[in-house]
């Protein structure tokens, strides 16, 4: 027998040959070429990535399971993250393949065109969830606030508090995608202006809130307790990003930060009219003290 052949007879199913110290596998059945490789030794391209995420859009899209639909929606963040490791992974392989080392985060309507052996995440195969999760995430974060000025009363400090929670939780699992935590920063920042003008809606601006020569009117003591709520729903908001400041981008926590100017100017709009008041009384009085006559 050849040492450098070994295998069944002419008519058998495989032949293993023997080139120099390595084997070559060349699988025959009826004398032809089965398979010119074997799978273990084929690199993956980047085609089979882009096949994964078209198959995965496809499925995503045309799912006519209302229950999957809705899970989808509801653990967005969850979904998204899982995806997005998924699509490194792919974008991993790819760049082994072709020596590449850039990922791509793109859009279906850039106009800038890749080369085509190089993966490209593409966050259109999900927009259609996060469109959706994010009407959720508005309306979580926008309701409390209709809600709590509902009535004649200002809202309480636990209303405020919970509002915060709310916050905290929206940006809290926001955090795994950058541009996910940079949307839901611009929708707290639509709560905090919306607080913002209701308190405002709330503020008394007739004469008995700029009186300063009898007791505080109830019009005074309602823009106090205003002044008063503004200033703790900011003090929560910066709370909540300092606890934050490690996770967050920089653009994203001035995204919030920019709207909390809303309950500073608020707060001193009614400080600076009562405190004109007060010098107005003032001036009057020093007035009245130099009209007095003290020749008796």
Same mark, same amino acid.
């Given at each position: 027998?050849?040492?450098?052949?070994?295998?069944?007879?002419?008519?058998? @199913?495989?032949?293993?040959?023997?080139?120099? $110290?390595? *084997?070559?596998?060349?699988?025959?059945?009826?004398?032809?070429?089965?398979?010119?490789?074997?799978?273990? !030794?084929?690199?993956?391209?980047?085609?089979?990535?882009?096949?994964?995420?078209?198959?995965?859009?496809?499925?995503?899209?045309?799912?006519?399971? %209302?229950?999957?639909?809705?899970?989808?929606?509801?653990?967005?963040?969850?979904?998204?993250?899982?995806?997005?490791?998924?699509?490194?992974?792919?974008?991993?392989?790819?760049?082994? $393949?072709?020596?590449?080392?850039?990922?791509?985060?793109?859009?279906?309507?850039?106009?800038?065109?890749?080369?085509?052996?190089?993966?490209?995440?593409?966050?259109? #195969?999900?927009?259609? !969830?996060?469109?959706?999760?994010?009407?959720?995430?508005?309306?979580?974060? %926008?309701? *409390?606030?209709?809600?709590? !000025?509902?009535?004649?009363? #200002? *809202?309480?400090?636990?209303?405020?508090?919970? %509002?915060?929670?709310?916050?905290?939780?929206?940006?809290?699992?926001?955090?795994?995608?950058?541009?996910?935590?940079?949307? #839901?920063?611009?929708?707290?920042?639509?709560?905090?202006?919306?607080?913002?003008?209701?308190?405002?809606?709330?503020?008394?601006?007739?004469?008995?809130?700029?009186? #300063?020569?009898?007791?505080?009117?109830?019009?005074?003591?309602?823009?106090?307790?205003?002044?008063?709520?503004?200033?703790?729903?900011?003090?929560?908001?910066?709370?909540? @990003?300092?606890?934050?400041?490690?996770?967050?981008?920089?653009?994203?926590?001035? @995204?919030?930060?920019?709207? =909390? $100017?809303?309950?500073?100017? %608020?707060?001193?709009?009614?400080?600076?009219?009562? =405190?004109?008041?007060?010098?107005?009384?003032?001036?009057? @009085?020093?007035?009245?003290?130099?009209?007095?006559?003290? $020749?008796?």
């Amino acid at each position: 027998m050849d040492g450098s052949k070994c295998g069944a007879s002419e008519g058998g @199913i495989g032949k293993v040959e023997f080139r120099g $110290s390595e *084997p070559a596998f060349a699988w025959r059945e009826s004398g032809k070429p089965f398979r010119k490789n074997h799978p273990q !030794f084929t690199r993956p391209s980047s085609a089979v990535g882009l096949n994964t995420t078209s198959a995965f859009a496809n499925y995503a899209t045309e799912a006519d399971s %209302l229950f999957v639909k809705q899970a989808l929606e509801g653990e967005y963040p969850k979904f998204l993250r899982l995806y997005l490791d998924l699509c490194k992974r792919l974008q991993a392989l790819s760049n082994q $393949s072709n020596g590449q080392s850039e990922v791509k985060m793109i859009r279906s309507t850039d106009s800038t065109t890749a080369e085509t052996s190089v993966f490209q995440i593409n966050r259109e #195969v999900v927009v259609e !969830f996060e469109n959706a999760y994010l009407s959720r995430s508005v309306s979580r974060l %926008l309701d *409390p606030v209709h809600l709590m !000025f509902s009535g004649e009363t #200002v *809202p309480t400090h636990e209303e405020v508090d919970s %509002l915060i929670r709310t916050i905290t939780s929206e940006l809290s699992v926001s955090l795994v995608d950058v541009s996910l935590s940079r949307i #839901v920063a611009r929708n707290i920042s639509k709560t905090v202006r919306l607080f913002c003008l209701k308190c405002e809606q709330m503020i008394v601006t007739s004469g008995e809130a700029t009186q #300063v020569i009898d007791s505080p009117t109830p019009g005074q003591i309602l823009n106090v307790s205003i002044g008063n709520l503004l200033h703790y729903l900011n003090c929560q908001v910066v709370r909540v @990003i300092s606890n934050m400041k490690t996770s967050l981008q920089q653009d994203t926590s001035s @995204i919030v930060m920019e709207s =909390l $100017s809303n309950t500073e100017s %608020l707060t001193t709009g009614i400080v600076s009219t009562l =405190l004109a008041s007060i010098s107005d009384g003032i001036e009057a @009085i020093i007035l009245t003290m130099h009209n007095e006559d003290y $020749s008796m």
